[in-house]
């Protein structure tokens, strides 16, 4: 869990000794209306107790909008899952910002995620990075789709189309981590898992030890392997499966690897490591490996 500190005396932040981003000082809030663009709206805020208290009224003829600001950040968040926020609200719907380096057209753009809240009632949102939109000036993007490692501010806004008063108390603002469904150990007794860890697709070492896979597809079947592959920059698969970033980061302390380097790791059935290489490494060698063990040896007779 990382939190961050809303305003000079509340919650500090916390990193972990993975993350390359520190902060020392508050996220600078400011405010944003919608009468930059000749609108009606008002809106503000100031520090209750331990509470950031976001308020105003919302005037939908010009607008209809009033939004919150942090200073620019830079932080690597994609050891995460998403963002978590404490709030206290009035009913209506609000949105959370997310810049990151990203751009559209040479612009910064900015990433949407709206949640709801219960009247009077203070709850836990937690909210996924999958679900961040991104948009320019309002206007729904096809991508680039938000990278949690280059978040460069935060924002909270209430745009629901609605006229009147609202009131936001926010308790605290930080990130979660899902808890993981995929394990290695569904596998056990079962397969042999050849496990592919890189820090994207266009790893060149990743891209070596597919097209060594590539060459012989029969023999891995004939081995009961499975391949999972972990990656930060693409899709990471165990089989048919698509994995989430929360079940990536897992796997990799499962295994014990890193995720700015690449590596391939043979599991056997036993649920025990078998072979780790920190570079491509021939399915020759891999298969040879798998036959000189007694399981293989049994299987091989149970067959015949």
Known sequence: MILFMLLPGLLLMTLPATSSASLDSDLGWYVVNDNVMGGRSEGGFEQQADELVFTGRTNTNGGG??????????????????????????????????????????????????????????????????????????????????????????????????????????????????????????????????????????????????????RVPREFQDRDMVLVTLLDDGISIAGDTKLTPAEVTATRAALGVSSDTFSVTLVGKDGSTKLSNASPTAMAEIYALIDSMPMR????????
């Open 65 to 214: 909008f009033s939004s919150i600001r942090t200073k620019p950040l830079q932080l690597d968040l994609s050891n995460s899952s998403g963002v978590q926020l404490s709030v206290k609200g009035d009913g209506r719907r609000y949105t959370w910002q997310l810049t990151s380096t990203a751009r559209w057209r040479g612009r910064q753009i900015s990433y949407w995620a709206d949640f709801e809240t219960v009247n009077g009632e203070w709850h836990t949102v937690n909210i996924p990075f999958a679900s961040f939109i991104p948009r320019f000036r309002g206007f729904e993007l096809e991508g680039p789709a938000l990278d949690p490692r280059e978040i460069a501010g935060m924002g909270l806004m209430i745009y629901d189309k609605q006229d009147g008063p609202f009131e936001l108390r926010l308790a605290s603002v930080g990130t979660y981590v899902a808890k993981a469904d995929f394990s290695l150990q569904q596998y056990k007794w079962k397969n042999r898992i050849l496990v592919l860890s890189a820090p994207g697709e266009a790893d060149e070492n990743f891209r070596s030890q597919l097209s060594e896979l590539a």
């Open 297 to 304: 040896r049994n299987e091989v007779s149970a067959r015949q």
